[in-house]
C-alpha cells in the first residue's frame, strides 16, 4: 500500500538518486521541488502539528472526552476547560482532540484508498484493454448505480461493536468509482503516446509502465481527487453518523461533533467553532500540500 | 517567372514590428521588417521555426491575436493596413488580399460542403445570386485542377484528402482576383508528390489573377523553383534578401550560407556531411545586442557582438544582407564547409567487408500485416480489412542502413511498428538477429528487446515529460537489470555520445530544444548497445539546421559503434544522405529496392521515378530546367487496393500505355524483379529512366 502510494506520486520511491552530485532522480527532484514551495510546506507543517496536537492534547488536559465535569455546564472556555464544556459537562477541548484523531485518520485514510483504488483499477483497465477492462468496467457501474448510503446503512449493524476501520473501508469503496473512470479515460490516451510505445518495446513490463508513466503524468487529476475526497470523507462521515452509523456515542468526531453544535451555534459558539474552526484548518492545508505536490511533480508547471 | 519588373508595389511593409505580450515578458517576434511586391511577384519568405515569418505574414492579414501589437506600416495598392479596426479590414481579407493557411482541415468548416464555403467567399464580397455564385464555383475548382468539380462541390470537407483540401483553399483564395495571396506553409503537411500538385495551382492561381504571392515556408528547396524574390529571417529580421539567384548562388550572410549548406540534396554528387549549424535561434524575450546570429555564428567579430548589422545592400539593387561581415564573405568566396566546422565521419568498419558476407541482421520476408474493420456496436461483424502492409521482403545487413520510403498511408510505420512487437506477423517471417519472432517466448522477446531499439519522429511525445533525462536514459537500463553503478556510469558515457552536457541530467525534456531532445531519444536507445536501431522519422520535427546535426550525429554512431538502421522516412532527400539502400513503399508493397546510389540515379519504378522528381531542389537554375512528373490524385485507400498493380490508378506510364499493354497491369499484380545487379522493381514495364 504504501510503495504503491509512493510510485503512483513518485514513481521513483523506491531509488536512491543516481549520483546526488549530478543526476537527482526523479523522487529527489519532486522533494525538493516541493521543498522551494513555501505555502506547501507551511500546509504540510500545519497538517503535521495538527496530527501531533490531536494525538498529544489530550494528555495535556485534565479531561478525557467521556468525562464530565458536573460542576460545570455549558461553561465557556476558561482556564479549566480551555474549549469551554457541553450541556452535560464535557470538556469540549478534550472531545475535539479525540474528534479530530478519528477526522484526519478517516478523512486522509478513505482519500488515500479511494484515490489509490481508482487509479489502479482506472490505469489497468484503461491500459490492458479488452476483457479486463470491460469486467473491471462493469464492475465500477455496477457500483455506481447501487445506492451506497443503503448499502452502508444495511451493512453497518453486522459491523457493530467491530473497529471504526472498517467503516473508513466502506466509505472508501464507495467513492473511487468516478475517478477510476476518469483515469481509464486518460490512460486510453496516454496509451499510444510514444514514450509509452518506447518504454513497452524497451521491455517493460506492464505494471511498471503503469506505475512510471501512465500514474506521473495523471498526477494532477489523482492529487485534486485525494484533496477533494478529504473533505468529501469528513462530510459523509458526519451524515452517516448523524442517522446513527459510523462513529456512534461516546465516540466522537469532528462531523458528529459540528453536527451536535449547530443547534446552540449562535448562543453556545463554542461548541462548535472549535471543531469547524479545525475541520477548515484541515481541508485547507490538505489542499495547500496538494497543489504543491502537483506543481512539484508537474516540470511544466509555472511556479517552477 | 521572372516578371520582376517593378510596377506599382501590390504590397508594401514598412519597418513592421509584432510584440506579443506573454505575461510579463514582450515577445518581440518581428523586429523591423521591410519589403515590397510588385503585382504578379512572389516573394519567398524563409526561415526556421521562430523566426518570425509567419507573424509577419498573419500581420499583414490581420490575423494576430489581440496580444500582439502591430507597428510599423503595411501598405496593400497604397492602402494603409495597420490601424484599420476589423470591419474595415473584413472588406479587403478575401477581396484584395487571400490567405491559404498551413492545415487545410482546420481551415474549412466542416459541417458546410465545399461549394458553399467557396460560393460563400464569393457572396460575402460580390454583388451576385446564389446560381451565379454556384457556377463560378465549380470553375474555380476546375482551375486548381480538382476532378469533377461539379459533383464534388457537393462533398464535405472530410472526404477531401490535405492535398484536394489545400487546393480548395487556394480556390477561395483566387475567387475574388486579390491583389495579393499570402501563403503560410502551404505544403508543410503534405506529402512530395501532392506538394507538387499543390504548388503547380498555386502557380495557375498566380497566372489566372495576376496577384503577387507571399510564400512562407521553412523549405529553401521550394521557394528555389517558385519564388521571384527571397528574404531569408532569422530573430524577427530580415537577414538577406534578394532576387533568387543572387541569394542562392551568392549568398553574403553566413546563416543563409549555413541553411544551404545544412539542406541534404538529391541532386549532389559524392556524399558529403551535411554542414549544421550549431546552438538554437535566441529567444525573442530581452534579445542582447548584437546580431542574433552571432552566437552561432563561427565568423562573428567583436563588433558583431556589439551592434546589430543593418539591411545594406551588396550587389546591384535588390540583393541586401545584414552582415558585417559580407564582404569578406564575398572576397575569400566562402563555401558551408569553410565556415562552419563539419565532422568529418568515419568510414564504417563493416563496409570493408563485403555485403554479401556479412551477417544479416533484419529479414521480413513476405510479411503481412491486416487490420480488420468492423461495423455494428453490439454484434460486430467483420466488413473489410486494412492492407496495411501487404507481403513485403527485404534485409538489413551489419552496419548497414535501409531507408523504408513512402507517402503517408503507405505502410511504412506500421512496417516499423510490426518489427519492434518481435511477433509474429499475420503471414510470412521477421527475424530479428536470426531469431524468428513467431518462435521466441516471452524470455526469449525480452532479451532480443537490448539489440534492438527505436527512436520516434517527435522526440517531446517519446519523452516522457514528468521524468529527468536522466531517468529516462536510465530506464532500459533498470529495465534489464543493469546495477545502480552500471546505470549511472552509462548515463554519464552516453550524454556526451550524443552530445549533450552531463551536467543536464537533472532536467527535464521541456527544458531542451527539439534537436537536443532527439539527442536524448538517441542515448535512450543506445543505452543498452544495440544492434539495429529503427528510427521513425527521427529528423522530420526538426529545423533544417538542427537536422542537419542529427544526421550526421546518426551517420558518426553508426560508423562508430557498428550500428545497423533502419530508417523509416516520407523525406528522400534525407535518405539518400544516411542510406545505403533504400526500398520505395506504396500501398502497402515495396515498389521498388537497391542501392541508394543506383535507384537515384536511375530508378526503375514509375513511383520512385515520379517521387524523385516531385522533390525540389535548392538550386533555382536547376528547378526552372526540370520537368516534373505530377501524379495524378490520391493514393487509393489501403482498405480497398486496385486490381492488379496497385499504382496503376495514378501511373504516369500506365497513361500512355495501350490497351493491350495495359492489361497486364490491370490483371496481374507484378512481382519485384532485378533490373540490375540488387536493384529490383515491382513493374511490368520497369524502365530504368534517370530523373534528377
Not at chain 1, 518504454?199 to 505494471?207: D, I, K, L, Q
Not at chain 2, 521555426?49 to 510599423?72: D, H, N
Not at chain 2, 546580431?291 to 551592434?307: D, G, S, T
Request: with cysteine.
Amino acid at each position: 500500500m504504501n510503495r504503491l502510494v509512493l510510485n503512483q506520486e513518485g514513481g521513483a520511491g523506491d531509488r536512491a538518486p543516481l549520483d546526488e552530485t549530478r543526476a537527482a532522480s526523479r523522487f529527489g527532484l519532486i522533494v525538493r521541488r516541493f521543498g522551494q514551495r513555501r505555502l506547501a510546506v507551511a500546509g504540510l507543517a500545519v497538517l503535521v502539528g495538527l496530527f501531533a496536537l490531536a494525538f498529544v492534547g489530550p494528555l495535556l488536559s485534565r479531561w478525557s472526552y467521556t468525562s464530565h465535569d458536573f460542576d460545570a455546564f455549558l461553561q465557556g472556555p476558561s482556564a479549566t476547560h480551555w474549549f469551554g464544556t457541553t450541556q452535560g459537562g464535557a470538556d469540549v477541548f478534550a472531545q475535539t482532540m479525540r474528534g479530530m484523531q478519528k477526522s484526519l485518520i478517516i478523512g486522509l485514510l478513505v482519500a488515500l484508498l479511494s484515490t489509490t483504488l481508482a487509479a489502479v483499477v482506472g490505469a489497468f483497465a484503461g491500459y490492458l484493454g479488452g476483457w479486463v477492462d470491460r469486467v473491471l468496467m462493469w464492475f465500477v457501474d455496477l457500483l455506481l448505480v447501487i445506492p451506497s448510503f443503503l448499502i452502508l446503512a444495511i451493512m453497518s449493524p453486522a459491523f457493530r461493536g467491530k473497529t471504526w476501520l472498517l467503516f473508513v473501508i466502506l466509505l472508501a469503496a464507495f467513492i473511487w468509482m468516478v475517478t477510476a473512470r476518469i483515469v481509464r479515460g486518460m490512460t486510453i490516451s496516454l496509451r499510444e503516446r510514444e514514450y509509452v510505445l518506447a518504454a513497452r518495446y524497451m521491455g517493460v513490463s506492464t505494471p511498471r509502465i503503469i506505475f512510471r508513466h501512465i500514474l506521473p503524468n495523471i498526477s494532477s487529476l489523482l492529487i485534486i481527487d485525494a484533496t477533494i475526497n478529504v473533505s468529501i470523507a469528513i462530510i459523509s462521515e458526519t451524515g452517516l453518523s448523524y442517522f446513527g452509523f459510523g462513529v456512534q456515542s461516546p465516540e466522537v468526531s469532528l462531523g458528529t461533533l459540528i453536527a451536535a453544535g449547530t443547534n446552540d451555534a449562535v448562543t453556545y459558539p463554542w461548541l462548535f467553532m472549535f471543531a469547524a474552526g479545525l475541520l477548515v484548518l484541515i481541508v485547507l492545508s490538505v489542499n495547500v500540500v496538494g497543489d504543491g505536490l502537483r506543481d512539484a511533480i508537474d516540470p511544466t508547471s509555472k511556479h517552477s | 517567372m521572372t516578371s520582376t519588373a517593378v510596377g506599382s508595389a501590390a504590397l508594401e511593409v514598412g519597418d513592421l514590428r509584432v510584440t506579443f505580450a506573454a505575461g510579463d515578458a514582450e515577445v518581440q517576434a518581428v523586429r523591423g521588417v521591410s519589403y515590397r511586391l510588385a503585382r504578379g511577384q512572389v516573394l519567398g519568405i524563409v526561415g526556421e521555426s521562430g523566426s518570425g515569418k509567419s507573424a509577419s505574414a498573419l500581420a499583414a492579414m490581420g490575423l494576430l491575436p489581440p496580444s500582439a501589437t502591430v507597428e510599423g506600416s503595411i501598405k496593400l495598392d497604397g492602402t494603409e493596413l495597420v490601424g484599420l479596426d476589423d470591419r474595415e479590414l473584413s472588406s479587403l481579407r478575401g477581396s484584395a488580399i487571400a490567405m491559404v493557411f498551413q492545415d487545410p482541415l482546420s481551415a474549412l468548416t466542416p459541417v458546410y460542403t465545399i461549394g458553399d464555403q467557396v460560393s460563400e467567399a464569393l457572396l460575402v464580397h460580390n454583388d451576385m445570386s446564389k446560381d451565379q455564385a454556384a457556377a463560378r464555383t465549380v470553375e474555380l475548382l476546375e482551375a486548381v485542377g480538382i476532378p469533377e468539380a461539379a459533383k464534388r462541390a457537393k462533398a464535405f470537407p472530410h472526404e477531401f484528402s490535405g492535398g484536394m483540401r489545400q487546393r480548395v483553399m487556394i480556390a477561395m483564395a483566387m475567387a475574388n482576383d486579390p491583389d495579393v495571396i499570402v501563403a503560410d506553409e502551404p505544403t508543410t503537411a503534405l506529402d512530395v508528390t501532392i506538394q507538387a500538385q499543390v504548388l503547380e495551382a498555386l502557380r495557375n492561381a498566380r497566372e489566372a489573377t495576376g496577384a503577387a504571392i507571399v510564400l512562407v515556408t521553412h523549405d529553401l528547396s521550394v521557394v528555389a523553383g517558385f519564388a521571384d524574390v527571397i528574404a531569408v529571417m532569422y530573430a524577427g529580421r530580415i537577414v538577406e534578401t534578394g532576387t533568387v539567384d543572387e541569394v542562392f548562388y551568392a549568398p553574403r550572410m553566413p546563416y543563409t550560407i549555413g541553411l544551404l549548406g545544412a539542406i541534404p540534396r538529391i541532386d549532389a554528387g559524392a556524399r558529403r556531411p551535411l554542414v549544421p549549424i550549431d546552438g538554437s535561434p535566441p529567444s525573442l524575450v530581452d534579445m542582447p545586442p548584437g546580431c542574433p546570429f552571432a552566437p552561432r555564428c563561427p565568423l562573428a567579430l567583436e563588433i558583431c557582438r556589439q551592434v546589430e548589422p543593418e539591411l545594406l545592400a551588396v550587389t546591384g539593387s535588390s540583393h541586401r544582407a545584414a552582415c558585417h561581415r559580407s564582404d569578406d564573405v564575398a572576397e575569400q568566396h566562402l563555401t558551408p564547409e569553410r565556415i562552419f566546422e563539419v565532422a568529418s565521419i568515419p568510414p564504417a568498419a563493416a563496409a570493408a567487408v563485403p555485403r554479401s558476407e556479412r551477417p544479416v541482421v533484419l529479414e521480413l520476408d513476405d510479411m503481412v500485416r491486416h487490420y480488420p474493420l468492423y461495423k455494428g456496436a453490439v454484434f460486430k461483424r467483420r466488413v473489410g480489412t486494412v492492407h496495411a502492409v501487404d507481403g513485403i521482403g527485404l534485409d538489413i545487413r551489419e552496419g548497414e542502413t535501409l531507408g523504408l520510403v513512402g507517402e503517408s498511408g503507405c505502410g511504412k510505420t506500421t512496417t516499423l511498428l510490426q518489427i519492434l512487437e518481435l511477433a509474429a506477423a499475420d503471414r510470412g517471417r521477421v527475424v530479428v538477429l536470426g531469431r524468428d519472432t513467431a518462435e521466441l517466448d516471452s524470455d526469449a522477446r525480452r532479451a532480443l528487446r537490448r539489440d534492438i531499439s527505436v527512436v520516434f519522429q517527435d522526440p517531446l511525445a517519446s519523452l516522457d515529460p514528468r521524468m529527468p533525462v536522466s531517468d529516462i536514459i536510465a530506464e532500459p537500463l533498470r529495465t534489464h537489470g543493469r546495477s545502480k553503478e552500471q546505470i549511472a556510469r552509462r548515463v554519464r558515457e552516453l550524454l556526451p555520445l550524443v552530445g549533450l552536457d552531463p551536467e543536464h541530467a537533472s532536467r527535464y525534456p521541456q527544458q531542451f530544444s527539439g534537436g537536443q531532445r532527439q539527442r536524448i531519444a538517441i542515448a535512450r536507445a543506445l543505452a543498452l548497445q544495440p544492434r539495429l536501431l529503427l528510427l521513425d522519422e527521427p529528423v522530420s520535427a526538426l529545423d533544417v539546421s538542427i537536422q542537419a546535426g542529427i544526421v550526421n550525429l546518426l551517420d558518426e554512431l553508426r560508423a562508430r559503434l557498428g550500428l545497423s538502421y533502419l530508417f523509416v522516412a516520407h523525406d528522400l532527400s534525407v535518405v539518400r544522405q544516411i542510406a545505403d539502400r533504400i526500398a520505395v513503399m506504396y500501398l502497402g508493397r515495396i515498389a521498388e529496392i537497391g542501392e541508394v546510389q543506383d535507384v537515384y540515379a536511375a530508378p526503375a519504378h514509375p513511383y520512385t521515378q515520379a517521387l524523385l522528381s516531385a522533390i525540389p531542389v535548392p538550386d533555382p537554375r536547376k528547378e526552372r530546367r526540370r520537368r516534373r512528373i505530377v501524379l495524378q490524385g490520391d493514393m487509393p485507400s489501403p482498405a480497398n487496393p486496385p486490381s492488379g498493380c496497385r499504382f496503376r490508378t495514378r501511373c504516369q506510364k500506365f497513361a500512355v500505355l495501350d490497351d493491350e499493354r495495359r492489361r497486364a497491369c490491370l490483371d496481374s499484380d507484378p512481382a519485384l524483379v532485378e533490373v540490375s545487379e540488387d536493384h529490383a522493381a515491382a513493374c511490368h514495364y520497369a524502365e530504368k529512366v534517370p530523373v534528377v
